[in-house]
């Protein structure tokens, strides 16, 4: 069993900074890419931002130049540093990870339990 754990939600005043993790945990054979989704009341999730196992990236357009993502493969963790954030970032931010398991071989889609972060005006 594969399990995505996050940490770093918060309240935080627009203008300010956090930065998220995501620590993968369990049996697995490798984890390819990994990203971070969010979630704000009332609206679909959507893709913030992506990387692969190489750390080629992928953004939102909304989020271009504020958020950066990077991953540590050799602790099978993500980050989202958050800058710049606007009251419209505000949501529960996912971690997803793509994991290569065996027995049988086959990949998983896995998700973490999610992050509130706050963004006051």
């Known amino acids: 069993q594969v399990q995505l754990v996050e940490s770093g939600g918060g309240l935080v005043q627009a203008g300010g900074s956090l930065r998220l993790s995501c620590a993968a945990s369990?049996?697995?054979?490798?984890?390819?890419?990994m990203g971070w989704y969010r979630q704000a009341p009332g609206k679909q999730r959507e893709l913030v931002a992506t990387i692969t196992s190489s750390s080629t990236t992928n953004y939102a357009d909304s989020v271009k130049g504020r958020f950066t993502i990077s991953r540590d493969n050799a602790k099978n963790t993500v980050f989202l540093q958050m800058d710049s954030l606007k009251p419209e970032d505000t949501a529960v931010y996912y971690c997803?990870?793509?994991?290569?398991?065996?027995?049988?071989?086959?990949?998983?889609?896995?998700w973490g339990q999610g992050t509130l972060v706050t963004v006051s005006s």
């Open positions: 369990g049996t697995f054979f490798r984890i390819n890419a």
């Open positions: 997803n990870a793509q994991v290569l398991v065996t027995t049988p071989v086959r990949f998983l889609e896995v």
